[in-house]
């Protein structure tokens, strides 16, 4: 079975600089999605960006970036120039493709941006 | 706003009870997925519907069921309440089910079993 690990559960980062939150997975599938979804704490879930197991070139989304490094099985989240409403909670997730789409998510990891 | 509208937002009621959470997808999405959050289990996936029929089962206890109507909005039905039950239930929907599928998540039920 497929496993997400975060193994950050509080950062701080200042305003404007960049942060890297840690996402590991482990999973014995071949095609497989790794996503970012940012959970303010009004609760809503918001979906960041999104790295399939093929694509060779790491995703991309305005400051967001994802450090896909397969042979590691990591997934790690880069914000750059970090602002105040960054400040929430951060859950990577992981999705089998043969097995209808549904999300496996770790545990978050809280954000914290000072000015 | 995703486009995935949950009813009630906020749920409180008491242990023995059964209540009904509302999810309806957005439009053109077949997929609708449940998940519940929880304090001490995180994020879990309970049940996927496409199109009406179900295809994919997670931690979903006994005591909770769904389904998916025609017109493709679901329902979650959880029955004999516990206090454990107590947690934020997100519906997410997406266009079709497997490969890359960005989810798109309605904004929550809180229930609140006292």
């Known amino acids: 079975a497929q496993k997400i690990t975060q193994t950050q559960p509080g950062m701080f980062v200042q305003e404007k600089e960049a942060v890297t939150l840690d996402c590991t997975y482990d999973?014995?599938?071949?095609?497989?999605?790794l996503f970012w979804y940012k959970q303010p704490s009004s609760g809503e879930m918001i979906f960041l960006i999104y790295?399939?197991?093929?694509?060779?070139q790491n995703a991309t989304e305005g400051r967001y970036s994802l450090n896909f490094q397969k042979a590691r099985k990591s997934a790690n989240l880069v914000i750059s120039a970090s602002q105040l409403g960054d400040s929430a909670m951060y859950f990577c997730?992981?999705?089998?493709?043969?097995?209808?789409?549904?999300?496996?998510f770790g545990q978050g990891t809280e954000l914290s941006v000072k000015p | 706003d995703s486009g995935v509208t949950q009813t009630p937002k906020h749920l409180i009621t008491a242990t023995g009870q059964r209540v009904t959470l509302r999810c309806s997808p957005r439009?053109?999405?077949?997929?609708v997925y449940w998940y519940q959050q929880s304090l001490d289990q995180g994020l879990q996936f309970l049940i996927q519907?496409?199109?009406?029929?179900?295809?994919a089962k997670g931690n979903i206890l006994e005591r909770f069921s769904a389904q998916q109507f025609p017109d493709l909005h679901s329902e979650l039905n959880l029955s004999s309440l516990e206090l454990g039950d107590s947690a934020l239930y997100f519906c997410?929907?997406?266009?079709?089910?497997?490969?890359?599928?960005?989810?798109?998540f309605g904004p929550g039920t809180r229930l609140t079993v006292l």
């Open positions: 519907y496409y199109n009406g029929e179900e295809r």
């Open positions: 999973t014995s599938d071949q095609s497989y999605g």
């Open positions: 997410a929907s997406s266009v079709e089910q497997g490969r890359y599928n960005e989810q798109f």
């Open positions: 790295q399939g197991s093929y694509d060779e």
């Open positions: 997730a992981t999705s089998i493709y043969n097995q209808g789409g549904k999300l496996i």
């Open positions: 439009s053109g999405d077949l997929s």
